[in-house]
Each structure stands twice: as structure tokens, then as C-alpha cells.
């Protein structure tokens, strides 16, 4: 079935780059519950959000619609730009509640850094960092977006980026020492004496 869902996937993703809207409505009634699953991935990660599951999906999807500029390739695809939609969101979310309330919230760095895992880490410190990445190597950035946000597998990010599974396996293993690094640097500049 979901070999099935995913030649559907493709062939509404044509249809709505031809301007198809009931194609475009039909390919999120079909990966709705998937985008539910990211979504809730990503709400599990961070606290406080005033967000639900179904908003964050909402608001995506919203985001999504207005894009003058559709090159998904497939549904794999799709959902990895879902998910940065959904991550997008987030930041703008906690970035409005920091402005309103003078402080930031922490979330809890899920990725399997190792290291850092177990320390709160503060999105917006890990949103500048991921901003540094993609300033030095863009590739990996998009692979540590991928991984972490969208919850993606080697093989899945190997299929939306057009590498082999092997690369990103390289390129996770050096932005996440590179992230590790930048994280912990961060903290050494907080903590310093003044």
C-alpha cells in the first residue's frame, strides 16, 4: 500500500505543478496522516508549544499552498519539505513567544549527537547554529534538517537529495561532530566569565 500511496503521491505531485488544485487538495487528504506523524515528531521535541499536532500541520500545509514554486519530486520528497516547513514554523512560534515574553524556551536535542543529548538546548542556539552549517556546507545542513526534523533515514535522505546512502552516512557523521562542536562552543561563550 504504500508503494501505492507513493506512485498516487507522485503522479497528484505532477498534476498540481500543472495547476491541478483538486490534485494539489487530494495529495494532502492522501499524506495527511504522515504529516501528522512528522508533526508530532517535531512537537515532541520541543516544549511549551502552544501548537497541536493538527495546527502544526495545518499551518504547513497553508505555507505550502502559497509556494509560487513546486519541484517535489516525489512523496518522500514532499514530506522532507513538509518537514521544513513544520521546523520553520516552530522557530517563528518560538522566536514570537521569546519577543512576548523576554525568554526563551528550551527543548530537549533529540539527534544522537551524543554528548549533548541529555542537556536542554536552546532552539533558537540550535537554529543559528544549523544557519552557520548551511553558510559552510549547505549539503550537510540539509542532511542534518532532514534527519533530525523530518525523521528521515539515510536512504530516504539519499533519495530526496539525488546521493548515495553512503554520503549521507558521511555527511551526518561530520555535520553532527561539526554541530556537537558548535553547540558546546556556544555554551563555553555563555558561561564565561564576563
Known sequence: MADTDGIEAKQL??????GDMVARDRLFTLLYSELRQVSAALLR??????????????EAVMRLVQMDQIDWA????????SARAMRRILID???KKHTDKRHHHKVTLVTRLGGVTSERIDFDV??????????????????VELRYFA??????????????ESTVKRGWRAAR???IDALQEDRRVRNAPS
Open 13 to 18: 505531485l505532477a498534476a498540481w505543478r500543472a
Open 45 to 58: 521535541s520541543e516544549r511549551n508549544s502552544s501548537l497541536s499536532t493538527g495546527d502544526l500541520v495545518n
Open 74 to 81: 516525489d512523496k518522500t520528497h514532499f514530506l522532507a519539505l
Open 93 to 95: 512560534n518560538a522566536r
Open 126 to 143: 540550535l537554529e543559528k547554529a544549523l544557519i552557520r552549517l548551511a553558510a559552510i556546507d549547505k549539503e550537510k545542513a540539509d542532511i
Open 151 to 164: 525523521g528521515m533515514s539515510h536512504q530516504e535522505i539519499a533519495e530526496v537529495t539525488g546521493s548515495s
Open 177 to 179: 561532530a561539526w554541530l
